[in-house]
């Protein structure tokens, strides 16, 4: 158990309709990640939480793209006017924490959810 | 040219063979390193996490940095089909929080 739940774990829409999903960390990790995974390829980063602040987003994560973080716990991420481009595997990450691996920059590995996958047909 | 290279495969061993997976990198800023393991249709699992050059063993597994020659490699001993997955490798840096992967080996270890 990696301490990420996501849901849905399958969403089917059609192109146009908008989607959200959702992450939940066990418990409140101050960094959350959401990363896109195309099939034969490994995840690549979209955004990034501390605590309620998203603090980093990619050139990935288009203007029909929206993350929050309310009150730094659970997360969502919203895709408007899906396109079939946008069929892929939407992973969370939760941060690592010192105190439990031991090392002062843990908090930098990430612990990943099982997915959310995305069809858009 | 990708950041990260990795040999996508597929590479299929013989139960109990040694394996060994690869990943260059071109950002030398990258100080940590990690070793994903995907099954289908799953999220990576985490395997090992190392932070600058050396070696780290846990297990059957042994993850090895190079800075230097910016190359990094996972070692699975007594392979199992159970270890059959895709193979992530992942860096980072201290100024980037993201974590940067390759595109992941396909291992399928053959009873």
């Known amino acids: 158990d990696t301490g990420v739940s996501q849901n849905p774990r399958h969403k089917i829409t059609k192109r146009g309709q908008n989607v959200t999903f959702r992450c939940d960390p066990i418990?409140?990790?101050?960094?959350l990640y959401w990363y896109r995974q195309t099939l034969g390829q490994g995840p690549e980063f979209l955004t990034y939480?501390?605590?309620?602040?998203?603090?980093?987003k990619s050139r990935l994560l288009s203007d029909r793209f929206s993350a929050e973080r309310p009150k730094g716990s659970f997360s969502t991420l919203e895709i408007q006017r899906t396109e079939q481009g946008d069929s892929a595997m939407y992973l969370c990450?939760?941060?690592?924490?010192?105190?439990?691996?031991?090392?002062?920059?843990?908090?930098?590995?990430?612990?990943f959810g099982a997915g959310t996958r995305l069809s858009v047909l | 040219q990708k950041e990260v290279e990795q040999d996508p495969g597929p590479l299929s061993v013989p139960e109990g063979a040694i394996v060994s997976l690869n990943c260059t990198y071109s950002?030398?800023?990258?100080?940590?390193f990690m070793w994903y393991r995907q099954y289908s249709r799953k999220g990576p699992e985490l395997l090992m996490y190392?932070?600058?050059?050396g070696n780290k063993e846990d297990g059957r597994f042994t993850a090895q940095v190079d800075k230097s020659s910016k190359y990094i490699s996972l070692f699975i001993r007594d392979s199992q089909p159970s270890d059959s997955a895709t193979y992530l490798c992942?860096?980072?840096?201290?100024?980037?929080?993201?974590?940067?992967f390759g595109s992941g080996t396909q291992l399928t270890v053959l009873p």
């Open positions: 990450a939760r941060s690592g924490t010192s105190g439990t691996e031991g090392y002062l920059w843990a908090k930098n590995i990430q612990y």
């Open positions: 418990s409140e990790h101050n960094r």
């Open positions: 939480f501390q605590n309620e602040a998203q603090l980093e």
């Open positions: 950002n030398s800023a990258f100080q940590y």
């Open positions: 190392t932070y600058s050059s």
């Open positions: 992942a860096m980072g840096s201290g100024s980037a929080r993201q974590l940067t």
